[in-house]
């Protein structure tokens, strides 16, 4: 209310005691209806030139463009509301004298064609706050509103294509009307001939279809190829922090060891976080077929990690960790362990059992059995 009667005051020094139609619509930019009915009826009759001369006429008396699709959308919002609720419905922007011209309108248009043509005005509204070409686009928003009846809807394309014969003819006429006399016939199809959708079908064989490559098992002399070909399924920036590791070791059954040197702790962690972990889990298990755990470690030595391993020594990794693990079976505590309670060695860490074991350990491990 503040704002109105801010703008009445405005009005007022503007025209004097007496305010008429002209003298607003020249204050603030906007059109007379009359104008904006003579627009929407030459979109709607598919007259584009016409509708962009009065869009011309219009910017040259100084009207402001955004007020006057502001205008536009309230028109078109008025064919909705008419066409919807019925030429009766009284909450319309129009005044009486054009009720009987937009009823007109509304009933010889269909509800979605109104409402395409209001997307394209909402559409172009939301435009024109990122842009100075005010006029360009409201321009390509008439021509586009003038042209709606030339789309087919969705419903139209779908009936087409679940009823093989009822689309449109090649030579562009709508359906619904006969072709002309001249036209020549439509070709007959050969009797023996396949259905499209036979066609496009290829055979298991073809040189085409996809060849699915047998899974490579990961083994001590097959490790180098398949850890080339997950670098190359992880990612360039993945697999440049990765490749700071080295050649990977198997450490155990199902699980590859990345040690990083202690200068490259910033690459093992990017390269520990969750997501990248399963990235190269997942590549793993596309090559080989089989599913890995990836570990992640750091030592000190840096020629520990030097990428130049051999596989001589993915093997002495796996006999070192066969002979671990046997001698952990011989530990006391782990056989209590996998007699009493079923348990299953899984892993075995860097160290254990190396060392003979006290006869202190040795005599509580007797007692923990016989317990």
């Known amino acids: 209310m503040r704002d109105a009667q801010s703008l009445l005051d405005q009005l007022l020094a503007f025209g004097g005691e007496r305010l008429t139609t002209d003298q607003v619509h020249q204050l603030l930019g906007t059109a007379h209806d009359d104008r904006v009915i003579a627009l929407a009826s030459a979109v709607l009759e598919h007259d584009a030139g016409r509708a962009l001369e009065l869009l011309h006429q219009a910017a040259g008396e100084g009207l402001q463009l955004g007020e006057f699709l502001d205008q536009l959308l309230d028109y078109w919002r008025d064919l909705m509301v008419s066409n919807s609720a ?16 937009l009823a007109g309108q509304a009933a010889a248009l269909k509800l979605d064609t109104i409402l395409a043509g209001l997307d394209v005005l909402s559409s172009t509204k939301a435009r024109l706050r990122g842009t100075s070409q005010v006029r360009v686009l409201l321009e390509m928003a008439l021509v586009r509103l003038s042209r709606l009846d030339d789309l087919v809807p969705l419903s139209q ?69 398949v850890w080339r070909e997950t670098l190359g399924q992880i990612g360039q920036m993945l697999a440049s922090d990765v490749i700071k590791a080295g050649m990977p070791a198997i450490f155990a059954p199902n699980t590859l060891v990345l040690r990083f040197p202690s200068g490259y702790n910033s690459a093992r962690e990017y390269c520990q976080r969750p997501a990248n972990v399963d990235r190269v889990q997942a590549a793993l298990r596309k090559i080989t077929g089989q599913t890995w755990n990836l570990r992640l470690e750091t030592v000190a030595d840096n020629s520990a990690a030097e990428p130049a391993k051999t596989a001589e020594d993915g093997e002495e990794t796996q006999s070192r960790y066969r002979k671990q693990r046997t001698e952990a079976l011989k530990q006391p505590l782990v056989q209590s362990l996998v007699e009493v309670l079923g348990a299953n060695l899984i892993e075995v860490e860097e160290g254990f059992a190396s060392a003979e074991t006290p006869a202190a350990d040795r005599e509580e491990a007797t007692q923990t059995e016989e317990a």
């Open 157 to 225: 394309l779908a009936q087409w294509l679940s009823q093989p014969g009822s689309g449109p003819s090649a030579s562009g006429v709508k359906p619904g009307t006969s072709a002309p006399s001249d036209a020549p016939a439509t070709r007959r199809a050969p009797e023996n001939a396949q259905p499209p959708e036979v066609l496009k079908k290829k055979p298991v064989n073809s040189p085409e279809a996809p060849v699915e490559r047998a899974p490579t098992p990961l083994l001590a002399g097959s490790l180098p190829q």
């Open 86 to 101: 019925g030429p009766g419905f009284e909450h319309v922007h129009l005044p009486n004298r054009h009720r009987e011209t």
